[in-house]
């Protein structure tokens, strides 16, 4: 098993809450401040930067564009936001009372997000127009959303137990996961197509091949409650423990590795491969964390 270098790097006050991060069009990571309203900004080895918002607009996801800004969402005040590499913030309004959470590039040059509370999916162009599209379903709680590389959206349905689709033209297709109350979360892609998602109800990550088919990997620990994954650069998975204050992997022989962080109760959630080709983890309790392989 190899073994890893933890560092982490305070980036605001403990109650701003680092949530979600990416490596943005400049090489430099950017993150959100869930509880204080504001986007960070990181270059490592440098000194933090941090852009305000409305103190009570909630950002949670934050994604590059395909015009070379940053987005992201405001879940509790309905918006979606833009800001610029040296800091300029617009934002755009979404259907009250929809609580927009992830967000995404897609293959049309849009952004495409979830409305956690209003079941749908939503689009907005660069220019800030939004077309929402209902789901099949009520009470889903559509959380992560990622671009597959078979031109549709993918996201988690988290209360639907459920991977669900949504093609460019607005049609939407589901996929059940084979363990009841699952509730998948974070989603991403790897360069290969396939699909990885973690399941904070069932302690489980799960594997969508591009043919279809489901295949669900137990944790060590299943009440880990993991939160979001993310694939390195060799295309490996790594995701977040939530509940264990660890980043655990799989390695290519199925085997899952797991590694402590070093501060206790940090709460660790988004996580992204960085600039420097490390892994990135937002910590809740102010910090972000660099996950470095040991050289052999």
């Known amino acids: 098993m190899r073994s890893v270098t933890i560092d982490e790097i305070p980036v605001s006050e403990p109650d701003a809450g680092p949530y979600a991060l990416v490596t943005g069009p400049d090489g430099a990571l950017w993150f959100t401040l869930v509880h204080r309203g504001g986007i960070g900004r990181l270059v490592p080895g440098e000194t933090p930067t941090v852009h305000p918002l409305d103190p009570d607009c909630g950002p949670m996801t934050i994604t590059s564009g395909p015009d070379g800004?940053?987005?992201?969402?405001?879940?509790?005040?309905?918006?979606?936001?833009?800001?610029?590499?040296?800091?300029?913030?617009?934002?755009?309004?979404?259907?009250?009372?929809c609580g927009p959470y992830g967000i995404a590039a897609g293959p049309d040059g849009a952004l495409w997000f979830t409305a956690t509370a209003a079941d749908r999916i939503g689009r907005i162009t660069t220019d800030g127009r939004v077309t929402e599209y209902p789901l099949p379903t009520t009470g889903a709680f559509p959380s992560m959303i990622v671009a597959g590389g078979d031109g549709g959206m993918w996201f988690t349905l988290n209360q639907a137990n459920a991977v669900g689709r949504i093609g460019l033209d607005g049609s939407v297709t589901l996929r059940p996961l084979p363990t009841p109350a699952a509730a998948p979360v974070g989603i991403t892609v790897a360069p290969d197509g396939v699909l990885w998602f973690v399941e904070i109800g069932a302690g489980q990550l799960g594997r969508?091949?591009?043919?279809?088919?489901?295949?669900?990997i137990p944790l060590p620990d299943r009440t880990a409650r993991p939160h979001a994954v993310t694939t390195d650069r060799t295309g490996a998975p790594w995701f977040t423990e939530w509940g264990a204050n660890r980043v655990g992997t799989?390695?290519?022989?199925?085997?899952v590795v797991v590694h402590d962080l070093p501060t206790p109760g940090s709460e660790p959630h988004g996580i992204t491969c960085g600039p420097d080709g490390a892994l990135w983890v937002a910590l809740e309790s102010g910090a972000l964390a660099r996950v470095a392989p040991v050289p052999v």
Do not use: C
Not at 77 to 91: C, F, L, Q, S
């Open 208 to 216: 969508i091949a591009p043919g279809g088919e489901v295949e669900e």
């Open 69 to 97: 800004a940053l987005w992201f969402t405001e879940y509790r005040a309905d918006r979606i936001g833009r800001i610029t590499t040296d800091g300029a913030v617009t934002e755009f309004p979404a259907t009250p009372g």
């Open 250 to 255: 799989v390695t290519r022989d199925g085997t």
